[in-house]
C-alpha cells in the first residue's frame, strides 16, 4: 500500500475520532435544518456494491446549508473509490457531481437562501489559508479537512457515515459546508448543472485553467468520458485548430467529433504517439490532456506532446502508481508536465461562466447527458461507467 494511501486513511480515521469525540454544538432547530430522514446509496464496504437506505441527516450547523438534490452525475472517481482506487472512508455516502434546491441554511450562511438553485462544490475552499490567498482555492488546504469533519449523517443502525468530498449527492438531500455551495440561475436543468459540480469542471478548466489552449494551438485529448469530452469542447471554444481524440469506444469517439473534433484516433490501431505526430507536423500536439487515469496513458500522453509542449495529467491514479518518463525527453524536449486537479476552478466564477457557454449553445452540456435513472439504480450508473456505455449517466430525484 502507498505511503500516500496510508496517510489518506490515517486522515480519515483521525476524522473520524475527531467527529466521535467532539460532536459539533448546534443551534435550536429552523426550518430545513433539524435532522431528518432521507434516502442514500451507501458504500458499506470497499469494493461492494451501493446499497440504497434510509438514513438520518444531522442537525444543520450554523455553517451549512441543506441541499435537496435534484440530480448527480456519475463520475468515474466515484467508481474508483466504490472499488479502492481511489481512497475513501467507509461506510459513506458517494456522489461529488450535484445539484440541487436550497432548503436549510445555518445562520452563518448568507450567500444562499431557501429555494435557491445550486451547485456543490467539492473543494470547499475556506478563502484564508495559504493557497485560498495565492487564488489557488482548488488547492485549499481546509476544503478536505472541514468537510469530513462537518455534522453529516448516521445509517438506520446509528452508525456514522462519512460524508465524500463534502457533497454525498447520491441522496435525496445532503448537509454540505455553506462554502460548497455556488447559486444558480433558476431557469438552468439541474441535470446539467450537476455535471458542472465535477466533470465539466475539471475537463473545461484543464483546458481554460490548468493548460490554457491557445487559438489555432493543436490539442489531443486522451479519454473521451465526461471529463475528456469537457476538455475537447473547451479546447474547441478556445479557437483550437487541431482537436485529436483518442478512445476505443467508437460512440465516444463520434460524440467527440460532433463537439468538434477533427481527427479520431482508436488506440487499437497502433502507436497512439505516433499517430498524433503523423497529424500534427511530426511534432506531436501542443497540448495533450489525460482523462483516464493510467500510468500507461499519462505516458503515452507526454510522448505524443511536441518539443516545449504541455501534457496536462486530468484523470485520477491510483495512489502509489508510478509513470516513467524520459529524463532526457523532458529537458531536452522541454516539456511542461501539469498535473490538473479540480480544472483549477473558482466555483465562485467559473461556474457560472461555464453554464453561460451552454446557455449560448458555445459548449452543449446536455448532450453529455446520455441517461438518467433513479437512486435504487446506482449500480447500473456504475455498470455503464464501467462498460464505456453512453457518457455521463445522471440519477434524478423526483
Ligand atoms: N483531476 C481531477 O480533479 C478529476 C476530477 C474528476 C475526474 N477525474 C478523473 O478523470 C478520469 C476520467 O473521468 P470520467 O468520469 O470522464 O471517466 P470515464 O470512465 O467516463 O471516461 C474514461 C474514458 O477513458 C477511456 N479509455 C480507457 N482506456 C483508454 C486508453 N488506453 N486510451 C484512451 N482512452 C481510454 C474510456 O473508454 C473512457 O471513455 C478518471 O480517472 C477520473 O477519476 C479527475
Ligand atoms: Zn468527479
Ligand atoms: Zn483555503
Same mark, same amino acid.
Given at each position: ?254 460524440? $467527440? ?123 447500473? $450508473? ?17
Amino acid at each position: 500500500m502507498g505511503r500516500r494511501l496510508l496517510e489518506i486513511l490515517s486522515m480519515f480515521q483521525s476524522i473520524r475520532t475527531l467527529v466521535e469525540c467532539h460532536p459539533i454544538r448546534v443551534r435550536p432547530p429552523k426550518r430545513g435544518t433539524h435532522a431528518m430522514t432521507e434516502r442514500a446509496a451507501i458504500l458499506r464496504e470497499i469494493g461492494k456494491p451501493l446499497e440504497v437506505g434510509d438514513i438520518e441527516l444531522a442537525a444543520l450547523a450554523p455553517n451549512q446549508v441543506r441541499v435537496r438534490i435534484a440530480a448527480s452525475g456519475v463520475c468515474h472517481s466515484d467508481l474508483s473509490m466504490a472499488t479502492g482506487v481511489l481512497p475513501a472512508g467507509a461506510p459513506c455516502v458517494l456522489g461529488h457531481e450535484g445539484a440541487g434546491v436550497v432548503e436549510g441554511v445555518g445562520s452563518e450562511v448568507h450567500h444562499v437562501e431557501v429555494g435557491d438553485h445550486v451547485v456543490i462544490a467539492w473543494t470547499a475552499a475556506c478563502g484564508h489559508c495559504w493557497f485560498c490567498l495565492r487564488g489557488e482555492v482548488h488547492l485549499c488546504r481546509n476544503a478536505i479537512a472541514d468537510s469530513y469533519s462537518m455534522p453529516y449523517a448516521t445509517d438506520g443502525d446509528g452508525t456514522s457515515l462519512f460524508t465524500s468530498m463534502g457533497v454525498s449527492s447520491f441522496a435525496t438531500a445532503t448537509n454540505c459546508l455553506g462554502r460548497a455551495v455556488i447559486p444558480i440561475e433558476r431557469d438552468i436543468p439541474l441535470d446539467v448543472a450537476a455535471l458542472v459540480g465535477c466533470g465539466v469542471a475539471t475537463g473545461a478548466g484543464a483546458a481554460l485553467n490548468t493548460a490554457p489552449v491557445e487559438h489555432g494551438s493543436s490539442v489531443a485529448v486522451i479519454g473521451l468520458g465526461g471529463v475528456g469530452l469537457a476538455a475537447l469542447m473547451a479546447s474547441v471554444v478556445r479557437g483550437a485548430a487541431v482537436v485529436i481524440a483518442i478512445d476505443p469506444v467508437a460512440a465516444r469517439r463520434e460524440i $467527440a467529433e460532433s463537439f468538434g473534433a477533427t481527427h479520431l484516433i482508436d488506440p487499437a490501431d497502433g502507436d497512439v504517439a505516433r499517430q498524433v505526430r503523423s497529424v500534427t507536423g511530426r511534432r506531436g500536439a501542443d497540448i495533450v490532456f489525460e482523462a483516464v487515469g493510467r500510468s500507461a496513458t499519462i505516458e503515452t500522453a507526454i510522448k505524443a506532446t511536441r518539443r516545449g509542449g504541455t501534457t496536462c495529467v486530468v484523470g485520477a491514479a491510483m495512489p502509489g502508481e508510478m509513470v516513467s518518463l524520459s529524463a532526457y525527453d523532458l529537458f531536452m524536449n522541454a516539456k511542461t508536465l501539469v498535473g490538473c486537479q479540480y480544472g483549477s476552478v473558482v466555483p465562485g466564477r467559473d461556474f457560472a461562466m461555464l453554464l453561460d457557454l451552454w446557455r449560448s449553445g458555445r459548449m452543449p452540456l446536455d448532450r453529455l447527458v446520455s441517461r438518467r435513472v433513479v437512486l435504487d439504480e446506482v449500480n447500473d $450508473a456504475f455498470a455503464d461507467l464501467t462498460a464505456g456505455r453512453g457518457v455521463r449517466t445522471v440519477i434524478v430525484n423526483d
